[in-house]
């Protein structure tokens, strides 16, 4: 359950709930959404990161920290209250994939994820949410490698962020409904703040086709914030309003940029134009939303346009 409080400054703010006394939990003040951070990604290969796969972005808190600091303060600049952790690819399977050792690998993914909560917390938000994400491709939900594996790796991955002092967990871009249910398990018994976000094929269904109502009864009494992120604005149109009236709790909305689906790497030929999404942002707003933001190909550039039009500039 949200605790809502105001400030003199009207701006996010983090408060303890009398209803769970363990936990900070995040709320939106005066009205106001909060603000998601954008990509980080596409960010760091525009100044100069090369992201090979598997492990994509997650080498570079390691051996270029200052340039993920760098992203994460200029999102903050623009007017972020959420910074999400470099954390996409900061698991032991994925530096498996990568031909790591089984114990190297656990402990070349902790080291990552360690660090990225580290850089995320330098440019003090009044909100780190430690970003998970589907074990393999995003956009192949037909890739999951099963409960089993899931299991080990939202557990472990969860460990992790919880000892690290992270404000929420957030899943995002989850688009299979056996590994939403696993990494939903994987929090029960976690004291902190728990946000969802998804992925779709279209009005109706997840990207691996597995109904959406089953998600708004999966999440129930668990999921603080339900999202989608990662879908082009077409794909977020068609389905935003009916998620909102059938998930009837707390929602957001972080689209990516692309004219079409972003490629593994996150890369993308055509993006939405400046005007168009004005438009967007403008009618996600109307709505109401808890949290919104921008994913995949977006710059600082737009989450300044989000905060200026918040503030009604």
């Known amino acids: 359950m949200q ?11 983090m408060v303890w709930s009398p209803l769970k006394p363990w936990k900070i939990v995040s709320v939106a003040v005066a009205n106001k959404p909060l603000i998601m951070d954008g990509a980080m990604g596409t960010e760091l290969m525009a100044r100069g990161l090369d ?12 051996t270029d920290p200052e340039i993920v600091r760098g992203v994460h303060a200029d999102y903050l600049y623009a007017g972020a209250d959420i910074i999400t952790t470099n954390t996409f690819r900061t698991t032991t399977w994925s530096y498996r994939k990568a031909d790591y050792s089984p114990k190297r690998a656990a402990e070349r993914a902790k080291s990552s994820l360690m660090k990225a909560v580290e850089l995320a917390q330098s440019v003090n938000p009044n909100i780190v949410a430690g970003s998970l994400t589907s074990i393999e491709d995003c956009y192949e939900p037909e890739t999951f490698p099963g409960i089993g594996a899931a299991a080990d790796t939202y557990g472990e991955t969860v460990e992790w962020f919880i000892e690290a002092g992270v404000d929420v967990i957030l899943f995002e871009t989850m688009g299979h409904l056996d590994e939403i249910t696993v990494a939903l398990e994987s929090v029960e018994n976690a004291n902190i703040d728990i946000w969802l976000s998804l992925i779709i094929k279209d009005k109706y269904h997840l990207l691996s086709a597995h109904p959406l109502d089953a998600v708004y009864n999966l999440g129930k009494g668990q999921v603080g914030c339900l999202m989608l992120n990662c879908n082009t604005v077409e794909k977020t149109d068609q389905t935003l309003k009916s998620m909102i009236d059938n998930w009837g709790g707390d929602w957001g909305v972080y689209p990516n940029m692309g004219l079409t689906d972003p490629e593994p790497d996150g890369a993308m030929d055509e993006k939405v134009g400046e005007n168009d999404f004005r438009k967007t942002i403008k009618k996600y707003l109307e709505l109401d939303p808890m949290v919104i933001g921008t994913c995949c190909g977006s710059t600082p550039n737009h989450i300044e346009t989000i905060s200026n039009m918040i503030q009604g500039k």
């Open 3 to 13: 605790e809502y409080a105001k400030n003199s400054s009207g701006a996010a703010a």
């Open 51 to 62: 992201l090979p796969l598997p492990l994509w972005s997650a080498e570079a808190n390691l």
